[in-house]
C-alpha cells in the first residue's frame, strides 16, 4: 500500500513561477525524503528532513515537515525548463526499518 | 563514477520465460534494493538487501526471487513470467540503513520489462 499521496498529480507552471507539491502518510516516520524522476531515468535524492525538523532548505528547495498532520510540502522558487520531472515524497518508518515508502508521485511541467 | 548500473535496459518476453535482471553498485553500499514502478503507483518495494548475505520481502515479492550475490552485486530473479508482471524495475543502494539511518537511496535508471 501507499504510505505518501502527493498532491496535486499534475502541476503546469511558466518558467520562474514558483512550484509547490504536498505529501500526505498515514503512518509515524522516522524521516521524509523527496526524489525527482525525469522522464526514462531513475530517482535522484533532492532532500531529506528528520521528524524532529519542521524546514528545510537545499537551493531553490524548500521542504516543510508537519507531523502532526503528518504532511509535507516542497516548493521549488524560481522554476526553469529543466525542472520539468516528476517528484516522488519517500518515507522511513520510526520501527528501525530499512525501507522506504514511496507515494505516487507529482508530475511538474515547466512552461518555458 | 557509474553509481547503480542496471542491465538490460530493455527486454520483452513471452508469458512463462524466465530472466535475471542485473544490478551492481559500485559506491560500496551495503544496502541495496529492488523496486516496480506502474502507472499511477509510484515506486513499491519487491525484495532489499539489507547487507550481504541477507535478504528480505518487502510489499510486491511474489513472483520474485533475488540474490545478494557480494556485496556489489543484487540480482532479481522472475522465474515464470506473467504480464502482470510487465513493469519498469528499479535497482537501488544506500550506504548503511537505508532509511533509518537518514541516508538516501542511488538508483539505476531501470529495466523496462514487457511479459506478451
Known amino acids: 500500500s501507499q504510505q505518501g499521496e502527493e498532491d496535486p498529480q499534475a502541476l503546469s507552471i511558466q518558467e520562474g513561477e514558483n512550484a509547490t507539491m504536498n505529501c500526505s502518510y498515514k503512518t509515524s516516520i522516522n524521516n521524509l525524503q523527496w526524489y525527482r524522476q525525469n522522464s526514462g531515468r531513475g530517482l535522484v535524492h533532492l532532500i531529506l528532513i528528520r521528524s524532529n525538523e519542521r524546514e528545510k532548505h537545499s537551493g531553490r528547495l524548500r521542504v516543510t515537515l508537519d507531523t502532526s498532520k503528518k504532511s509535507s510540502s516542497l516548493l521549488i522558487t524560481a522554476s526553469r525548463a529543466a525542472d520539468t520531472a516528476s517528484y516522488f515524497c519517500a518515507t522511513a518508518d520510526g520501527f528501525g526499518n530499512e525501507k522506504l515508502t514511496f507515494g505516487t508521485g507529482t508530475r511538474l511541467t515547466i512552461i518555458p | 563514477n557509474a553509481g547503480v548500473t542496471q542491465t538490460p535496459k530493455f527486454q520483452v518476453l513471452k508469458t512463462g520465460q524466465s530472466m535475471t535482471l542485473q544490478c551492481a553498485q559500485d559506491?560500496?553500499?551495503?544496502?541495496m534494493y529492488w523496486y516496480r514502478q506502474d502507472p499511477g503507483m509510484g515506486l513499491r518495494l519487491i525484495y532489499y538487501s539489507a547487507s550481504e548475505g541477507t535478504t528480505d520481502k518487502g510489499e510486491v515479492p511474489n513472483g520474485y526471487n533475488v540474490s545478494r550475490l557480494n556485496k556489489r552485486e543484487f540480482s532479481l530473479r522472475l522465474e515464470s513470467a506473467a504480464p502482470s508482471q510487465t513493469s519498469v524495475y528499479f535497482c537501488?543502494?544506500?550506504?548503511?540503513?537505508?532509511?533509518?539511518?537518514?541516508?538516501?537511496?542511488?538508483f539505476g535508471d531501470g529495466t523496462r520489462l514487457s511479459i506478451l
Open positions: 559506491m560500496n553500499h551495503n544496502s
Open positions: 537501488a543502494s544506500s550506504p548503511d540503513r537505508g532509511g533509518y539511518s537518514n541516508q538516501p537511496q542511488h
